[in-house]
């Protein structure tokens, strides 16, 4: 195991109608928030109204900050922190799912950035404090309503990139699975792919003795996959939305991969599909990973049975661990082809002409310093174009 | 799954040397720290020069309580808090185990609260505020250092009462597993039936519908077990010892537990064993617990096989649960036995002349108004005499 600093400080009030608490919640924090949101669905839902009038009972102004799409953008961000300075704004509530919550962090950040915010993506630079965010979480996927991460795109450069820094993990979150229960079912299929890709980029890796974590990433995943199918199954299933709003919410707020290099090959692939054809992202991983698991499990061969046996469930002889490891691939594909999830680039509307491009730019080579990405493998801009011509 | 509300904010540093970062840690928070510890094993080990040393090189100065003993004492706390009020203290550096972080965590709360720190415990009462508490662990055993609990025994009355409230989590826990190596024999066994009850006492539930916090328990359990055994083949070994640690940090913040109807009986039994006795809270635990098991076991057949198929091994005929879970207590009692751990009350030296007594403290039937204990059975007070009987 490694040394590590886990600090996970957000407060996650979850089950049946805790959205309605969002305003006791945030007073002792809040005069005024910027209510920040996406289209017009929390107003349809009545979402928009419950949130609304918790705010007024409580005594806490607002100001509205919408049109938050996915994959959330930088220009809106801008307009965000101009408001917020503008508005002296104490909190950013964001009602929605990772795209609203990236983009609040980013704002909050923002506000007392001296600087353009875009700077710190893709760094690892400090910041002194931000303005907190609160959340009112309606898509389980992300993971972002109590992780430390936010993903930006920078529309005019074709960039999406991420900063990442415990300090910007939210103040709290108010989870609760009936809200789950209107989702497409596309959503609910790219947000479990997402939500297990966080584990997957935890879980693969070179670090040895590491017991209690293999063991929660393995449980996570296992959690999401059973209670993806039985909400696929039935939309309105309160408890296995519980089980996998929860699982989605472990999976990323950092403790199941405490001590273990981490990989994040995967998502640094998916997200130069996603600046630039604007897929979703979990959709994106559901091709990658796979993919990825193939090209990658040579170098360590033990890690990826362990997978195939604890995670997928194959039984079989251990004296030909590639036909286990093969078998494993195998029934994650069959699992997220069940869940309706695309298994090519080409059903994700990605043509093969910007393969080089995106292979060239996840690794820097284009911006003239390649850096191999990647913790279990190290990936160049060759490896990254074999993996996305494999899925075309 | 029920409703939950899950804060848990310690920062853990966790790994090799990690207590020699503890005022650099501390600086943003103090300048003035009470140094709080047992006796002179911190001083013989080297450790209490190293945090000094490390205190001083970030300028933060230092007063000292040291004298806590297993079974922390109300009358210590009593003398800290004075302490801290006179010496106008910013943060309670607490070196040790559970015993000394708890007898800091009552400090802490005693420091800001009007009136004696001892109404306090034993009751669900808010409070204001507290002085925060940092800690360098010495023992991994009781989760103090990031749970939102504090035990303490009024040494006048022979009671052992808690007080649980999330603001009492303490601010930072530096975590280092090399500083187990030197730890007693019968420490870690003690050390590991504690932290395997932490979990137990989530665990055991008649709540449905919680496969996260099922595999989370279980998962932990096993890698406690595992872990364990091999520090007691090689009390130097790091790797194991570091899984140990960490899994009994997770075992106690609260997250395990979220969202799950929680027991607790064999805690409450046991701390009228050590109110009076003065045993090890954890040798208390190892005798009590598979006897609580069998006694309990027929209200929930199926929490109980899946503790015995999930966590213990167990394999054979499902159509004889009860010889399923007996296998899997007897596999505890073996497990416990392998680690050293007494099997009966009177190999810690209990005799027969106060088991109703005690029975009646843990149910206060004691008190007038007998409260029964336990959340997957409820316990009366000739329920708990029973139990101890079987163990006599």
């Not at 839902?45 to 806490?60: F, M, N, P, V």
């Not at 296995?240 to 707020?253: E, I, K, M």
Request: glycine share 10%; charged share 20%.
């Amino acid at each position: 195991m490694q040394n590590f600093d886990f600090y996970s400080p957000t407060r996650v009030v979850f089950g049946r109608g805790t959205e309605n608490q969002i305003g006791e919640l945030l007073k002792p924090y809040a005069k005024k928030v910027l209510l920040h949101y996406g289209g017009g669905s929390v107003k349809k839902s009545g979402l928009y109204d419950r949130i609304t009038a918790s705010l007024q009972e409580s005594g806490i102004a607002f100001v509205e900050l919408s049109g938050v799409k996915p994959n959330p953008r930088l220009s809106l961000v801008y307009e965000g922190i101009a408001l917020c300075r503008r508005e002296n704004i104490d909190l950013i509530l964001a009602v929605g799912g990772g795209s609203v919550i990236d983009s609040a962090k980013a704002i909050g950040v923002g506000v007392f950035y001296d600087g353009d915010v875009w700077e710190l993506y893709g760094t690892a630079r400090e910041i002194e404090r931000m303005l907190p965010v609160a959340t009112v979480l309606t898509i389980p996927a992300a993971g972002s309503e109590s992780s430390n991460g936010s993903v930006i795109t920078n529309e005019e450069k074709q960039l999406k990139l991420s900063y990442d820094n415990d300090k910007i993990r939210p103040l709290l979150s108010a989870v609760n699975p009936e809200l789950f229960f209107t989702l497409p079912r596309e959503q609910l299929a790219a947000g479990v792919a997402d939500m297990m890709s966080h584990v997957f980029e935890r879980y693969f890796t070179n670090t040895t003795h590491t017991d209690l974590t293999d063991g929660l990433c393995e449980v996570t995943l296992k959690t999401l996959m059973k209670n993806a199918l039985l909400v696929s199954g039935d939309m309105q299933n309160y408890d296995a939305w519980a089980d996998l709003g929860f699982a989605g919410t472990v999976a990323h707020n950092g403790l199941v991969g405490m001590g273990r290099a981490q990989d994040w090959a995967c998502h640094r692939m998916e997200h130069e599909l996603s600046a630039i054809y604007d897929v979703a992202h979990g959709a994106g991983l559901a091709v990658l990973t796979p993919a990825w698991m193939e090209y990658a499990y040579r170098d360590n061969v033990n890690m990826f049975v362990q997978f195939a046996v604890n995670v997928m469930g194959v039984e079989g002889s251990y004296r030909d661990p590639d036909a286990l490891v093969l078998e494993g691939i195998s029934r994650l594909r069959e699992f997220f082809r069940k869940m309706g999830l695309p298994a090519t680039l080409s059903e994700l509307g990605i043509g093969e002409d910007r393969l080089e491009e995106m292979a060239k730019k996840a690794t820097k080579a284009a911006f003239g310093a390649e850096q191999p990405i990647g913790g279990l493998k190290k990936l160049y801009w060759q490896d990254v174009l074999n993996i996305y011509e494999t899925v075309k």
